[in-house]
DNA sequence: ATCGTATATCGTAATTTTACGATGAAAATA
DNA sequence: TATTTTCATCGTAAAATTACGATATACGAT
């Protein structure tokens, strides 16, 4: 990657590109599930649930708090993750938005 | 990366993984566009429109390719390269329930 | 004050991604 | 037949990703 010319993408573009990154791992789809169904917020409680090291998760949930998805709070030793409400919703609209541009034009060559 | 242990999640989360890989550069992005938008389908016309080089573009073609989500029809010495129908609405399909599924609790711990 | 627990960070290694120019292959054109 | 056009692939380099164990930090409990 020699020089970034990602400034020459547009900010939808980069952003969509930034969220996708950040649910491509399975681990970091597993992470976000676990938050939505479970009340297990904690780092320790994902690491039994999942099969990697605790820094390994510890790397992914800070992917996801970069992303802005998913925010941590500091409660004495541990550390309670949950969604970002506001950085949710704007997640789901751009993805969704994506989603939606991205289909089959009138005049499809083949 | 050790040893890749990937095969402990799921096929939806796998799946929905390789999906958002696919779709996590800005220039991946800008080419779905392109062919929803236009009727430039040729490797030649993208690589007018972006800021890469034709090798790149070709790079980044074969990558979508390789999720599924567009195809590549040889026509002589172009290809012309569309959306995969069937695989596209997966795309969606895919996209659209992880999105969905990703929500805040109803009892959020924080 | 010491010990145990929870998590972030560091150091490191293997792999993957991204990018480019150069080259090759195959079809169309002169 | 020779040349041009179009695209894929190769070779390569830099950077990012993924993973782990070890360690540091910080809080709570004893």
Redesign the interface.
């Known amino acids: 990657m020699a020089i970034t010319?990602?400034q020459?993408?547009n900010e939808k573009?980069?952003k969509?590109?930034e969220f996708?990154?950040a649910?491509?791992?399975?681990?970091?789809?597993?992470i976000?599930?676990i938050?939505?169904?479970?009340?297990a917020?904690y780092c320790g409680d994902i690491t039994e649930e999942l099969?990697?090291a605790q820094s390994t998760i510890s790397q992914h949930l800070k992917a996801l708090k970069s992303a802005g998805?998913i925010?941590g709070?500091i409660?004495g030793v541990r550390t309670?993750y949950?969604?970002d409400?506001e950085n949710?919703a704007e997640?789901?609209s751009v993805?969704?938005a994506?989603?939606n541009?991205?289909?089959?034009?009138d005049?499809?060559?083949?």
Chains 1, 2 share one sequence.
């Open positions: 010319k990602a020459l993408f573009q980069i969509a590109a996708a990154k649910i491509s791992h399975p681990a970091r789809i597993a976000l599930q938050l939505a169904k479970t009340n917020c099969p990697l998805i925010k709070e409660e309670c949950c969604f409400e949710l997640f789901k993805m969704e994506m989603i541009e991205i289909s089959i034009p005049s499809s060559c083949c």
